[in-house]
């Protein structure tokens, strides 16, 4: 498996557009997005090998941030995930039958677009709020031609990742404020989806209204029933520390002097 090579290239300032989707709960207008930036890009290379051993499809997952097309002093924003299949390593120069003979049948369905309609369908408002999403087959000028392409809109909410340097430096009365928030959204996304990994980059937190959302649902894992709280949720996302293993985050001084230390191990 490679994934250093990069497929969704050159897209910024070109549009994508979005058919009606009318499958109730979900009924989205047909709207067109314009691509603005480039955030990142995750290929899975897979070889003839891998492929055999049912590793597959060979695709790749780029992440962008978008406006809408219809008013250009729009100021709403939106992340756009794509994903395509992509041709299998070393067959990318070979003729178009070729790369149009590996087109899979039926697109994988992937954790993120799964999450996000449970979230909408179970009106979770913690989360970022899908605004579409499309699949359709490559042409025959592309990649895998009759390959799979899938699109997913979802809102960009207010405020950024939360910053752990910023966090420790706050007094302790704004920090315990900010995991009392923190452990209130938790508890409301019991909508069956966590993202994989914790950490404070899922938490996007805005400061001038003090709300907060989860976000991070690229390899969601599920779970069938509801998550009973522990403090140990703090610790996955960085708001507490283990008390004999401090991290110390640059600027942020070794002894600040409200850090406090529980019976139980941690330094809050």
């Not at 009924?27 to 597959?56: C, H, M, V, Y």
């Not at 994903?83 to 369905?109: F, L, N």
């Not at 449970?118 to 895998?144: A, N, S």
């Not at 980059?201 to 690229?218: A, L, R």
Request: aromatic content about 12%.
């Amino acid at each position: 498996m490679d994934s250093s090579m990069e497929y969704l290239t050159d897209l910024e300032g070109t549009q994508v557009t979005f058919d009606t989707v009318a499958e109730p709960p979900f009924n989205f207008p047909a709207q067109k997005w314009i691509i603005l930036e480039k955030l990142g890009e995750e290929s899975n290379r897979l070889t003839k090998e891998d492929i055999a051993a049912e590793l597959g499809p060979s695709d790749t997952a780029g992440k962008f941030l978008c406006r809408p097309a219809s008013v250009e002093d729009d100021n709403r924003r939106a992340f756009l995930r794509i994903y395509q299949q992509v041709p299998i390593a070393g067959t990318e120069m070979k003729k178009a039958a070729i790369r149009a003979s590996q087109a899979v049948e039926t697109p994988p369905d992937h954790p993120e677009l799964t999450a996000f309609r449970t979230f909408m369908k179970l009106d979770c408002e913690v989360v970022p709020r899908l605004l579409g999403y499309q699949q359709r087959q490559q042409d025959h000028d592309e990649g895998v031609p009759g390959g799979y392409i899938t699109y997913i809109l979802w809102e960009k909410v207010a405020g950024d990742s939360l910053n752990l340097t910023e966090f420790w430096r706050l007094p302790f009365d704004d920090r315990q404020a900010i995991r009392d928030t923190f452990r209130q959204v938790y508890t409301f996304l019991q909508c069956g989806y966590m993202p994989c990994m914790g950490g404070p980059s899922k938490i996007i937190y805005d400061k001038s209204s003090g709300q907060m959302h989860i976000c991070g649902f690229k390899l969601a894992s599920p779970f069938d029933e509801p998550q009973q709280w522990d403090d140990v949720n703090y610790f996955q996302y960085g708001l507490i520390q283990p008390s004999n293993s401090r991290f110390y985050l640059e600027g942020t001084p070794p002894e600040t002097v409200d850090w406090i230390e529980d019976v139980n191990g941690w330094t809050w």
